[in-house]
């Protein structure tokens, strides 16, 4: 994806399932912060994430792995902002090439100080 990740941050041991990976509830979550980022740019103000779509976890991410999620928006609906959203990681004590560990299609709604559907602005 193109330009620089929407959130950067460094998996932690707090972060971990049972079997001492990632979990992935945690992985979602940072994607939807990035996705939101994007959206919220876009929309120019509160959004509201209302679908994930295409959700796909390719490889285990461990503690200690730097985590980067990059967000492009797709498409922009009358009130609505799909999102692609890929993690990437780059493994701690590893000086391979960064590795796609997740990807998925997020969607928001802008919404109001109402919590309400509002129109995207143009651009
Ligand atoms: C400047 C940078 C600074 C950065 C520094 C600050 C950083 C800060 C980052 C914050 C990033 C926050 C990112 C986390 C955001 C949450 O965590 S939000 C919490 C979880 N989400 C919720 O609680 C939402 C609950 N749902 C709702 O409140 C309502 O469903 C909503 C969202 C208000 C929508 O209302 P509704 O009546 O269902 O809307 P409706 O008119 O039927 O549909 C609206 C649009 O959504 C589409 N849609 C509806 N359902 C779906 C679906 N399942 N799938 C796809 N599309 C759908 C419709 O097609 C429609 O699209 P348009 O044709 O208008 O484009």
Redo the contacts with the bound molecule.
Sequence with gaps: MEGGPALRTIAMPADTNPNGDIFGGWLLSQM??A???A???RAGGR?????I?AMTFHKPVYVGDEVSCFAHVEKV????IRVRVETWVRRQRSAGDAIKVTEGVF???A?GED???RE?PPE
């Design positions: 939807d912060l996705g939101g980022v959206a919220l740019r959004v509201a994430t209302v679908g779509e609906g009358r009130t609505s969607t928001y709604v919404i919590r309400q559907p995207v």
